[in-house]
T-cell receptor, first 112, second 111 residues
Framework: DTGVSQDPRHKITKRGQNVTFRCDPISEHNRLYWYRQTLGQGPEFLTYFQNEAQLEKSRLLSDRFSAERPKGSFSTLEIQRTEQGDSAMYLC??????????FGSGTRLTVV | DAKTTQPPSMDCAEGRAANLPCNHS???????VYWYRQIHSQGPQYIIH???NNETNEMASLIITEDRKSSTLILPHATLRDTAVYYC????????????FGAGTRLFVKA
């Protein structure tokens, strides 16, 4: 286990379709974060899990977005009824309480 | 909103030290300074963090002023591979909690 894995790396979907992304954190990290990043901007916080509990959600996370982390291991981020404005890089990160985040390489979503 | 201020871009000659400044005048006593960098098309990479003492690791040095209102990340011998966006962030050690990223500094290392 050498890092945070995200799948898929790229996703192209038609507007209105549902998509689901997966994140596998570093196994001993109990904290997991989802961020969204658009071109030229820094990552924007979406949501945070400590173990299986979702402790904070951004206002950016509309009703069409849902995230889960069953059993406190991997996490999924689902976007329902995708819109063109959802096109972005979706980043997952994990951490231990004392240290900086380890980010995955991200899933690039393109909604056409 | 991000609690830090960074210049939007900087240039550095290859082999020279790159000094990236960050202002965090509203930093709280329990907040640490973290630095990350992001190379194109990759996720951000953790570099270093500190509270009030200067820190050094294999990647960089972090110099924090005595009043903790600003800091400087130093890449001692910049290479072309150090061209990236560098983010300075402040956050508390305890709690979650979400890290707020600003726009960062785009560092261009030139041959």
């Amino acid at each position: 286990d050498t890092g945070v894995s995200q799948d898929p790396r790229h996703k192209i979907t038609k507007r209105g379709q549902n998509v689901t992304f997966r994140c596998d954190p570093i196994s001993e990290h109990n904290r997991l974060y989802w961020y969204r990043q658009t071109l030229g901007q820094g990552p924007e916080f979406l949501t945070y899990f400590q173990n299986e509990a979702q402790l904070e959600k951004s206002r950016l996370l509309s009703d069409r977005f849902s995230a889960e982390r069953p059993k406190g291991s991997f996490s999924t981020l689902e976007i329902q009824r995708t819109e063109q404005g959802d096109s972005a890089m979706y980043l997952c990160a994990s951490s231990l309480p004392k240290w900086g985040y380890t980010f995955g390489s991200g899933t690039r979503l393109t909604v056409v | 909103d991000a609690k830090t201020t960074q210049p939007p871009s900087m240039d550095c000659a290859e082999g020279r030290a790159a000094n990236l400044p960050c202002n965090h005048s509203t930093i709280s006593g329990n907040e640490y300074v973290y630095w990350y960098r992001q190379i194109h098309s990759q996720g951000p990479q953790y570099i270093i963090h500190g509270l009030k003492n200067n820190e050094t690791n294999e990647m960089a040095s972090l110099i924090i002023t005595e009043d903790r209102k600003s800091s400087t990340l130093i890449l001692p011998h910049a290479t072309l591979r150090d061209t990236a966006v560098y983010y300075c962030i402040v956050r508390a050690y305890t709690g979650g909690f979400k890290t707020i990223f600003g726009a960062g500094t785009r560092l261009f290392v030139k041959a």
